[in-house]
């Protein structure tokens, strides 16, 4: 076996979690709580934890890899170019931000500096992992009907391994504890694009997979 798929598998096989979560049955309280959180080594570098943020009982949630720059500073998730880019989808989609849960698969930012610049780094499994904690807690509270998993972070957050987003996409799929969930892109992948053409494709998709997000929804 290669050096590299050693690593993999190994990151796919974390240890079982050991320490029992909080007793947290608020969001307020869960809140203070992941404020508190030293888990990993992230807390140290960011600004702040970012929680996420929707109404205690949202019908839907939305899970995206981590906040960003902006989120960091301001505190709260989806509000830098992702954010506005996923608002516009929504909207796009006829789905009511104002009823969406939105939150990260991990709170904390993670970057690399670079002169004065903060440069995204993607979070590893081990960060993914022990994040799950709040993750898990914030559905356990809102007990959203159906979660949007936002990309490959979110989606290996839901699923505790590794998925490949390209098989699951735009598909309805039922976790182990019953949870329903659709994987889509992050809309960081859409700034990311290769041309305008590209990005106006993606975009489609993504405002479709929202769409049908919104009549799994509508059809409860
Ligand atoms: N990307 C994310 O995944 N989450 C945010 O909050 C912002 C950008």
Same mark, same amino acid.
């Given at each position: $076996?290669?050096?590299?798929?050693?690593? !993999?598998?190994?990151?796919?096989?974390?240890?079982?979690?050991?320490?029992?979560?909080?007793? %947290?049955?608020?969001?307020?309280?869960?809140?203070?709580?992941?404020?508190?959180?030293?888990?990993?080594?992230?807390?140290? *570098? @960011? =600004?702040?934890?970012?929680?996420?943020?929707?109404?205690?009982? #949202?019908? $839907?949630? $939305?899970?995206?890899?981590?906040?960003?720059?902006?989120? +960091?500073?301001?505190?709260?998730?989806?509000? /830098?170019?992702? /954010?506005?880019?996923?608002?516009? @989808?929504? %909207?796009?989609?006829?789905?009511?931000?104002?009823?969406?849960?939105?939150?990260?698969?991990?709170?904390?930012? !993670?970057?690399?500096?670079?002169?004065?610049?903060?440069?995204? !780094?993607?979070?590893?499994?081990?960060?993914?992992?022990?994040? &799950?904690?709040?993750? *898990?807690?914030?559905?356990?509270?809102?007990?959203?009907?159906?979660? %949007? #998993?936002?990309? #490959? =972070?979110?989606?290996?957050?839901?699923?505790? &391994?590794? %998925?490949?987003?390209? !098989?699951?996409?735009?598909?309805?799929? =039922?976790?182990?504890?019953?949870?329903?969930?659709?994987?889509? $892109?992050?809309?960081?992948?859409?700034?990311?694009?290769? +041309?305008?053409? +590209?990005?106006?494709?993606?975009?489609? *998709?993504?405002?479709? *997979?929202?769409?049908? @997000?919104?009549?799994?929804?509508?059809?409860?």
């Amino acid at each position: $076996m290669s050096k590299a798929m050693r690593g !993999k598998s190994a990151s796919n096989r974390l240890a079982p979690e050991k320490e029992p979560a909080p007793h %947290v049955k608020t969001l307020k309280d869960l809140i203070a709580a992941e404020h508190a959180c030293r888990r990993c080594p992230l807390y140290r *570098d @960011a =600004t702040q934890v970012v929680p996420g943020e929707g109404p205690g009982h #949202a019908t $839907m949630m $939305m899970v995206g890899e981590q906040p960003g720059d902006q989120e +960091d500073i301001a505190g709260h998730p989806f509000v /830098g170019p992702a /954010g506005r880019m996923l608002d516009r @989808a929504i %909207v796009e989609a006829g789905i009511d931000r104002g009823r969406v849960f939105v939150t990260n698969a991990v709170k904390p930012f !993670k970057f690399e500096p670079r002169g004065k610049r903060r440069l995204h !780094k993607r979070p590893n499994a081990y960060e993914i992992e022990r994040c &799950r904690w709040w993750l *898990d807690l914030e559905r356990a509270i809102v007990k959203p009907s159906l979660i %949007v #998993a936002l990309g #490959a =972070t979110a989606a290996r957050s839901l699923y505790g &391994r590794t %998925v490949t987003i390209n !098989k699951l996409r735009g598909t309805l799929q =039922t976790l182990e504890d019953g949870a329903r969930v659709l994987v889509t $892109m992050h809309p960081s992948s859409l700034l990311r694009s290769r +041309d305008d053409a +590209d990005r106006r494709a993606k975009y489609r *998709d993504f405002v479709a *997979d929202l769409e049908l @997000a919104a009549r799994i929804l509508e059809s409860r």
